[in-house]
């Protein structure tokens, strides 16, 4: 009897590891759990990198209460584009045209306020009493392409990829 049982244990031992293992390879493209420090952390590198990353949107759509994206909209109309800064966000290629945002980073959450639109005059107000702001939820990575999972205050979602792009290249 007792043989039975260690071979009945090592049977569903070994069952259980080629199930993960084929999790492993089958959600390499799946979405990560991540706790708030490590979102923190993500959004830290974001911002703080040597070139800071640009994101470009991938799809957007609206996020359920339970978590579930519904409508989305793959973007591949315009490369739109959201930089973000220590102490801003810029916004490029929108409907609106290309606007600036005060940011503070806050853990896994960067606060949004008194958006700004890029004219002539560099920036004119256009609302100071804008306030907003978008959660990072989560990561995964096909292959080499990593892309970020967001959602906004009013439900929003979105889908970045992170591009190379240097803010004092942008200056030269």
């Not at 045209?97 to 002539?120: H, R």
Request: glycine share 6%; net charge negative.
């Amino acid at each position: 009897m007792k043989i039975g049982i260690k071979f009945f244990a090592a049977f569903v031992a070994v069952f259980c590891a080629f199930d993960v293992m084929g999790q492993a390879s089958a959600s390499e493209s799946a979405w990560v759990s991540l706790d708030k420090p490590a979102l923190s952390e993500v959004v830290k590198s974001i911002v703080t990198d040597d070139y800071s990353k640009a994101l470009l949107l991938e799809e957007w759509g609206f996020m359920d209460s339970n978590g579930g994206m519904t409508n989305a909209h793959p973007w591949a109309d315009k490369n739109q584009v959201w930089i973000l800064l220590p102490d801003g966000m810029i916004h490029l290629n929108t409907d609106d045209g290309n606007c600036l945002y005060d940011a503070e980073v806050n853990g896994d959450t960067v606060f949004i306020g008194n958006q700004s639109k890029f004219s002539e005059a560099m920036t004119e107000p256009t609302d100071p009493d804008y306030k907003g702001w978008i959660r990072l939820l989560s990561l995964r990575k096909d292959g080499a392409k990593v892309e970020y999972l967001t959602v906004d205050n009013l439900g929003v979602y979105r889908i970045f990829t992170p591009i190379p792009f240097s803010v004092d290249r942008m200056f030269e």
